[in-house]
Structures are given as structure tokens and as C-alpha cells.
């Protein structure tokens, strides 16, 4: 390629441009994977009851399939309130104090205690968590603060999810900006970028305070590390197109040619983040054009370079922080500024060598006389989105699953108003309020059908709350209002919500955390929002609450009654949760054994009995005991028996299928007394 000509140079970029388009870098995937991730950490927030957010590159849609990034998930310790001064101090509450002394290294502080009734740090607290320091201060360890998953305890553990792996970080909020940072709010900015208004929300956003010390420091395991995660995630959102595919083709570069040769611990991504903040706050932004892909990047690489020959990154919001130190010794440094030069010299060349989702084969096609048209290579489209659509559903169902509450409130910046074509908090405000009206009816009708004589005026503003929450996804809503028709005996209602449901249950409907590519493409295809992806989509499983048991068939009351176990540490409410397919199909059998309609009966039958057989499915257990139940009523009480023992083997203890097990017995003494 003949780069040394300006005209042709510019031609490359547009080409790479529209090549990087077609693996799902478009700016319309871009943000719809932006506000899926956004919605997610709103989900998760509320069904976790503390602040959850999600980081890193699938967070910020900097990524492609080629990449295989994970994705950094940050939980909060909400019984402690950081202060930077006592100033601040509030009576009765669980207050951490910054300090710092000349022997804590730039980005990081140490926290200390303070008396819950007096504004005093405290003195002779010998508690396992805090260690005394040189200067006689008791202060937090940070290595009791970490994620203990699978009996490995520190500051981050990784999970697997199948698809993607999740780094899950422990960390302290602190709400205001630190002192250390407070120079990047005033520094000076000769092209405005960030604008003020930016910076204000950043400043708003406040830091993390992550458990982990300096690895050259004697007093390590006193450290906490300050990070601007916010900041950082709201710069990368405000990228502009350019400076987006800059920073990914930055990423393709460190994975395809700098990391082989030096290892992949020296060079990550967050040093090419850092890079691209710090040259475009020093660049005018009319430079940052398609037309200038290639010289960008080369800018990038030279800045990178110097870095590294002077072995010192700094931070970009703590300067003062080096990035390099204790990676860059001995011969690593003189490898690195090796691919440096040679990549350098090649005048962009390399890039027909990138074999990240095929990007280099697609530029030499691009770049043939004549030009060769690629279309938009669906399978890398469709799988940019996966993930953000498997955690937007993960979370939706965990919120179900924990019976959540809905609120309104949430305590993270404002996004709309700096990204106003974007409406992500509004959108899943719509569906969890949809969610929650069903819940709400059912409360309603619940509390009316308990009395003797049930008010009907109460039971009609029930009825407008389900129908309402019947449009929140494909099933859940829906089945909740047809139980709501069955108790009430209206038969024909009921078996018209089983007909719109059937209408909308399709394959392409998932109830896992599996997404067929079909359903992926079909997104696409319509451009849904999320409201419209979720309800036309998302088959959530079913939830109901204790004060909703007037409203919920027979064979469910043993299973919310029994649910008092607990999962993962955390004690479940006395819920009942089952599979929107099989609570479909169990529904159906209860209408039509009321009308005796053997012929269909059989069918709702045979179809439960076919998904709890054949399809890995949630909650098990209550799907084999309502089956259990349904096999009962037609005196099926042999395999009843087996069904049952199935289920306690699942879980012994807090089982529906003891009260099952009662009923069989009670019903086959019924049927061996009328035997005789």
C-alpha cells in the first residue's frame, strides 16, 4: 500500500472505517449495547439491594468478538460511609477516614476508623480487621475485603458464565472527589476536551476505593487503590466515532502483535485507554475524522512508544501514578520499543496482518482495484450483542428470583441529559414498572378474595393493574393474569390469554441465559428498544409473594410456604418461582380439567411433562411437584411417587413435595378404601 501518498492514506482510513463496520462497531450497536449494560446495572442494583455496577470493555462496547474481553463487575460495602476530613462525619454510622502519610505512593490512601458517636479516629480498637501502622493509626486491612468465590479470597475473583468471564471486585464508595485527582479537575485544556460539563458530572461520580496496595510498598496490605471508574466509562462513552475505532483497533494491535512478543502481562488495554485520553485532550477534535483513522492510530503508537522509552505511563487523572512501574524490567522494555519501531516503520501496513475478527483480510478486499463491497458480516454483528443481551435477561430473572422491589430512586449520575438521544433509565423503568403492576394486582385481588364477601370494586382495580403488567415480556405477566381468571372460575378468559401467549411463545423466545442467533438477528432486523425487546423476546420466570396466595393455583401454596432455605448466603422470602413454559402448560391442564376437554388436558399434560424432561430449566423442583400434582388428579399415583422421590433428591430439605407426599398418601388410601 502506498501510505506515503496523503490522498491514498486518507482512502485506507475511510476503507478501514467501513471495514470495522462491519463487525459491529456501527454507532446504532454501539449504544444499544451501551444502554443494555446500563439498564443491566440498574437491574441489578435493585434486586441486589446494593450498588452493583458493571466496568471494563463490554461495559463501554469496546469490544468485538475477536477480543474475547471480559467484563468487571463492582459491588459496594454499603455499611461504610468514606470521609475525606471529619468534617464530614455523620453520628450513628459506619465512618472510614482517609489518611495518607509521605510513605503511601501517588493513586492510592489508607483508611481508618472512626467512632460511630464522636467525631474521633479510633485509637485501641484491636479488631482482626485493622492493623496498626508506623504511625500507631489502626487501620482497615484491605485483604479482608475481598470476593471470596469457591474458597479464593482477594481483591478480585473471576467467574465463568460459559460465554464470558466477569472479574467481580469488592470496593468502598466514596461520594465525593479526592484530593489527589483534584488537580485534573483545573488542569488546562487547550481544545476543551472534556468540556466542563463534563467534568462536573465525572467530579459528581466521585471514585473507587479497590483493596489492593502497592506491590512495592512495606505496608501493602493497608492500601486501598483510587479509581475513577466512572469517569473513565463516561470518557469512552463520549468517544466520538473515530476515536471509538481508534481504540479498539489500539486494542487488535496490542493483541495481535505486541502481546506475542512481550507477554500479556506489559501492555493492556488500560494503558492504550490512557493513551487516547491523553492525545485527544491534546489534539483539536476536527482532526479526529474518518479520513484520519490511520494517522490517529500512528499518534497513538508514538506516544506509546515514548512511554515506554522513558519508562514512565502516567495516569490520566493521577499523573503523579506510573503506570509501567515493576513492568518494564530488564529486557521486556527493549522488546517493546522493538514491535514499537518495526510497527512504526511499516507505515500501517501491519494492518493487513491483524487477524481479529478478519479485519485485515477485509482492508486488503477493501483496498483492490476496484474495491471489492463487503456486506455486514451478521454472525460478528449479532455476536457483539450477545453479551449485553444475556446480562440484561440475567439480571432481569435474578431480580425476579430475589422478588424484588421496585424504587425508583437510583443513586448513579444522570446520563440522559448528557446522552439525550439515548434514553436507557427510562426504558427499564417501563418494563420493572410493568413487572411490578402485576404484583400489585395481584395484591389488590388477593386482599379482596380473602374476605367473605369479596369487593368487586377492589378485584376490577386489580384487573387493570394485570392487564397492564400482562405487556411486560412474553409470558410471565400474561400467566399471572390467566391464574387470575382461573381462581375466579372464568374459564374462557383464561384460555384467551393461553392463545396471545401461544401467539407470541415462539423459538425465538428464550428463557435462558442461551440466545438462538435467529433471535439475535431478529433484534437487529427490527431495531428494538429494550422495552420491545423484552416483551417480545423475554420469557421471565413467574413470582409470587405470600401476600398474593388467594390468587395462585392450589399445588403452589406447599411451594411458597416451603421456600425458606437460602441460596448463596442470602435467605430467600417466602416466594414461589416457577418456569413461565411449564406454568404455561400446567395452567392449561387445571382449565381444561375443569372442562373436561380430555383431549386437550392431555395435550397441557404431555407438553409439562416433555419440557421438566428434556429442557434444562430453572426451578426443578417446583416443576416436578406441580407435575406431581397434576398427575394426581389423574390418579396416576405410581409415577406420582417416583416424581416426588426425584424432587427430594434435589433438595431435601424446605420441599413443596412433603406436602405432595402427604396428599399421595392420603389419596391412595381413599383409593385402596373404595377398592374395597
Not at 58 to 74: F, H, K, M, N, Y
Not at 149 to 160: E, L, Q, W, Y
Not at 654 to 659: D, E, P, T
Request: hydrophobic residues 40%.
Amino acid at each position: 500500500m502506498a501510505l506515503n501518498n496523503p490522498d491514498y492514506y486518507k482512502e485506507v482510513s475511510v476503507r478501514l472505517y467501513r471495514v470495522l463496520d462491519t463487525v459491529g462497531l456501527g454507532e446504532d450497536i454501539r449504544w444499544k449495547r451501551i444502554n443494555m449494560f446500563i439498564q443491566s446495572e440498574d437491574v441489578l442494583s435493585i434486586a441486589s439491594k446494593q450498588g452493583q455496577h458493571y466496568f471494563g470493555s463490554q461495559a463501554e462496547a469496546t469490544t468485538t468478538p475477536g477480543l474475547q474481553s471480559d467484563i468487571d463487575r463492582v459491588y459496594f460495602w454499603e455499611r461504610h460511609r468514606v470521609i475525606k476530613d471529619l468534617d464530614s462525619w455523620i453520628p450513628g454510622i459506619k465512618t472510614l477516614l482517609i489518611v495518607r502519610d509521605d510513605s503511601t505512593p501517588p493513586g492510592y490512601v489508607k483508611l481508618q476508623n472512626v467512632y460511630r458517636h464522636l467525631p474521633w479516629p479510633i485509637y485501641n480498637n484491636y479488631d482482626e480487621l485493622l492493623n496498626l501502622d508506623r504511625h500507631g493509626r489502626f487501620l482497615l486491612r484491605n485483604d479482608q475485603y475481598g470476593i471470596k468465590v469457591n474458597n479464593c479470597h482477594g481483591p478480585a475473583n473471576t467467574m465463568d458464565y460459559g460465554y464470558i468471564t466477569a472479574d467481580l471486585v469488592c470496593g468502598m464508595r466514596l461520594r465525593t472527589w479526592p484530593d489527589q485527582v483534584s488537580q485534573w479537575l483545573t488542569r488546562n485544556r487547550r481544545h476543551n476536551w472534556p468540556s466542563h460539563q463534563t467534568i462536573r458530572l465525572i467530579q459528581e461520580t466521585g471514585a473507587l476505593l479497590v483493596p489492593v496496595g502497592h506491590k512495592f510498598s512495606q505496608e501493602q496490605h493497608l492500601e486501598w487503590r483510587i479509581s475513577i471508574s466512572y469517569g473513565e466509562k463516561i470518557l469512552v462513552w463520549l468517544f466520538n466515532a473515530t476515536q471509538y475505532r481508534c481504540f479498539i483497533l489500539l486494542k487488535m494491535i496490542n493483541k495481535c502483535f505486541i502481546k506475542p512478543a512481550v507477554g500479556n502481562d506489559v501492555l493492556s488495554s488500560y494503558h492504550c485507554k490512557t493513551c487516547l485520553f491523553y492525545l485527544i485532550e491534546h489534539t483539536p477534535t476536527a482532526m479526529w475524522t474518518p479520513d484520519n483513522l490511520l494517522l490517529c492510530v500512528e499518534l497513538c503508537l508514538s506516544l506509546l512508544y515514548n512511554w515506554t522509552e522513558s519508562t514512565f505511563c502516567p495516569n490520566y487523572f493521577i499523573p503523579e501514578e506510573n503506570m509501567f512501574q515493576c513492568k518494564l524490567y530488564g529486557h521486556v522494555k527493549d522488546q517493546l520499543l522493538g514491535v514499537f519501531s518495526n510497527l512504526l516503520r511499516q507505515n500501517s501496513r501491519y494492518l493487513v496482518d491483524i487477524s481479529c475478527d478478519n479485519i485485515g483480510q477485509n482492508l486488503v478486499k477493501m483496498c483492490q482495484s476496484p474495491p471489492m463491497e463487503l456486506q455486514s458480516q451478521g454472525q460478528h454483528v449479532t455476536q457483539s450483542l450477545v453479551t449485553s443481551v444475556i446480562f440484561l435477561f440475567m439480571n432481569l430473572e435474578l431480580a425476579v428470583k430475589f422478588g424484588f422491589e421496585y424504587d425508583l430512586n437510583f443513586e448513579t449520575p444522570q446520563l440522559d441529559i448528557y446522552f439525550p438521544c439515548h434514553e436507557p433509565r427510562r426504558e427499564i423503568n417501563a418494563t420493572l414498572w410493568k413487572l411490578h403492576c402485576s404484583s400489585i394486582g395481584l395484591k389488590l385481588a388477593s386482599k379482596s378474595l380473602s374476605l367473605e364477601i369479596p369487593d368487586h370494586n377492589s378485584l376490577d382495580v386489580a384487573h387493570e393493574f394485570l392487564l397492564w403488567g400482562s405487556s411486560s415480556d412474553v409470558a410471565s405477566g400474561k400467566l399471572k393474569l390467566a391464574a387470575f381468571y382461573l381462581v375466579q372460575d372464568n374459564l374462557d378468559m383464561s384460555k384467551d390469554v393461553f392463545n396471545e401467549i401461544h401467539k407470541s411463545y415462539n423459538y425465538n423466545v428464550t428463557e435462558s441465559n442461551i440466545l438462538s442467533r435467529d433471535t439475535l438477528q431478529a433484534i437487529l432486523r427490527e431495531n428494538l428498544s429494550t422495552t420491545q425487546l423484552i416483551s417480545q423476546y423475554f420469557a421471565l420466570s413467574v413470582l409470587y409473594h405470600p401476600s398474593e396466595v388467594n390468587c395462585i393455583p392450589k399445588a403452589l401454596i406447599p411451594e411458597m410456604f416451603c421456600s425458606t432455605g437460602s441460596h448463596e448466603g442470602r435467605a430467600y422470602k417466602q416466594c414461589v418461582r416457577i418456569n413461565p413454559t411449564v406454568y404455561l402448560h400446567f395452567l392449561e391442564f387445571l382449565c381444561y380439567h375443569r372442562e373436561h376437554n380430555w383431549l386437550h388436558k392431555k395435550v397441557a399434560l404431555d407438553n409439562m411433562i416433555s419440557v421438566i424432561r428434556f429442557k434444562d430449566i430453572q426451578y426443578k423442583v417446583t416443576a416436578l411437584n406441580v407435575l406431581a400434582y397434576s398427575l394426581t388428579q389423574e390418579g396416576r399415583l405410581k409415577i406420582v411417587y417416583k416424581i416426588l422421590c426425584k424432587s427430594m433428591k434435589l433438595i431435601k430439605e424446605n420441599n413443596g413435595a412433603k406436602w405432595h407426599l402427604a396428599t399421595l398418601v392420603n389419596a391412595t388410601f381413599r383409593f385402596l378404601r373404595g377398592g374395597q
